[in-house]
């Protein structure tokens, strides 16, 4: 039979395992409401989440640069080496259209590059102004005018009164 001593160190034994769990339970609530301060989402616990690959629509076709029956759609300057240096160089201050309109050989192209950038602040063109002035000389020379080349081969007839 247990004695009154035994059974009342017996529930003091149980009362104090009770406030040491009672403790641990506080230590553990407590620990996690600090945690819970500096990381609120719990982000640390989650994993990241998986890349979803979204289809991309392939690009519509650049077109800036297109070219057309040996056009250069944009500028209206014809294909030919040198076509882009131009494009590049020459169409930044004025349209275009003050380049295709004239006609000159390279030694007038020259003078005119020459001539703005003297006056109107053309930057110096380097290895690009022979490329330019070859392209031009080319293409803007002065026999070569409006769009076609002129007929030929194309039998004459007289008019008689
Ligand atoms: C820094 C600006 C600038 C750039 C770049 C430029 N030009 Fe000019 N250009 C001018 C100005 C300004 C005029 C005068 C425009 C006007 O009279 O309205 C001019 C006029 C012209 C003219 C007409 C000249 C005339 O006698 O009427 C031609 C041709 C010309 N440029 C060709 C070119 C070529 C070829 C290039 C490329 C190498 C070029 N330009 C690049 C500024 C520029």
Redesign the pocket.
């Known amino acids: 039979m247990e004695t009154p001593g035994n059974s009342f160190e017996q529930s003091a034994r149980a009362i104090s395992r009770m406030m040491g769990l009672i403790f641990v339970m506080f230590l553990l609530v407590g620990g996690f409401l600090v945690y819970l301060m500096i990381d609120p989402t719990l982000s640390a616990f989650q994993s990241e989440p998986e890349p979803t690959l979204i289809a991309v629509a392939p690009p519509e076709e650049d077109d800036f640069d297109k070219i057309e029956n040996g056009i250069h759609l944009r500028t209206g300057f014809v294909e030919g080496e040198g076509l882009m240096t131009?494009v590049n160089?020459?169409?930044?201050?004025?349209s275009a259209k003050?380049?295709t309109?004239?006609r000159?050989d390279a030694d007038g192209?020259r003078k005119?590059?020459k001539?703005?950038q003297e006056?109107?602040?053309?930057?110096d063109?380097g290895k690009?102004?022979d490329i330019?002035v070859d392209y031009?000389a080319m293409y803007y020379a002065p026999g070569k005018k409006g769009r076609r080349q002129n007929l030929t081969n194309i039998e004459w007839y007289d008019l008689e009164e």
């Open positions: 131009v160089n020459c169409t930044n201050c004025h003050l380049v309109q004239n000159m192209w005119t590059i001539w703005m006056t109107q602040n053309l930057w063109l690009n102004e330019i031009l």
